[in-house]
């Protein structure tokens, strides 16, 4: 199984720019999942931000990011990418990497993320 582990986490100034990075540790390609990313803000369910097929060809974002934030994959080199900009208070999370082992190149279900990175903090300021 995939081990999952998220980068590029900190802090920045409203309306700036951070990069964030999943990479894995050990196990199975990137190319056997469908990959996403959620945030989670402490006293509250984790959320869904944006999700990626297993070949990269189909993505979806969630309405509060759509148009700041891409997602992207590098499967030859087992990485992942959500690059965000014009970020707003509302944006400071943990943000987490999620892998979902589906066979089809589609996007899943929330239910079907299976492995999880342990997180990286995003902290936004005005």
């Known amino acids: 199984q995939v081990q999952l582990v998220e980068s590029g986490g900190g802090s920045v100034q409203a309306g700036g720019f951070l990069s964030l990075s999943c990479t894995t540790s050990s196990g199975r390609s990137f190319s056997s999942y469908a990959m996403g990313w959620f945030l989670q803000v402490p006293g509250k369910e984790r959320r869904f931000v944006a999700g990626?097929?297993?070949?990269?060809?189909?993505?979806d974002y969630a309405d509060f990011v759509k148009g700041r934030f891409t997602i992207s994959s590098d499967n030859a080199k087992n990485a992942m990418f959500l690059q965000m900009r014009s970020l707003s208070l509302e944006d400071t999370a943990a943000y987490y990497c999620?892998?979902?082992?589906?066979?089809?190149?589609?996007?899943?279900?929330?239910?079907?993320?299976?492995?999880w990175g342990k997180g990286t903090p995003v902290t936004v300021s005005s």
């Open positions: 990626i097929s297993r070949s990269g060809s189909v993505t």
């Open positions: 999620a892998a979902a082992p589906i066979v089809r190149d589609i996007l899943p279900f929330d239910y079907e993320y299976a492995v």
